[in-house]
């Protein structure tokens, strides 16, 4: 997978601000089509 820069550092998969897990899923942000990144969501976050 490549590298994934984020700055979620309270989450259980992020390590140095970059993320570890296996794999991630994202999805849209409570909206049908997105049109900017603020619109989108990490669905894979995990509360530390
Ligand atoms: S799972 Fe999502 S929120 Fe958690 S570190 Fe990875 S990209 Fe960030």
Not at 22 to 38: G, L, T, V, Y
Request: hydrophobic share 25%.
């Amino acid at each position: 997978m490549s590298d994934i820069k984020c700055t979620v550092s309270e989450c259980t998969y992020n390590s140095n601000l970059a993320c570890n897990a296996p794999m991630i899923e994202i999805a849209h942000n409570n909206i049908d089509r997105a049109s900017k990144s603020d619109q989108t969501k990490c669905e894979t976050f995990k509360k530390k």
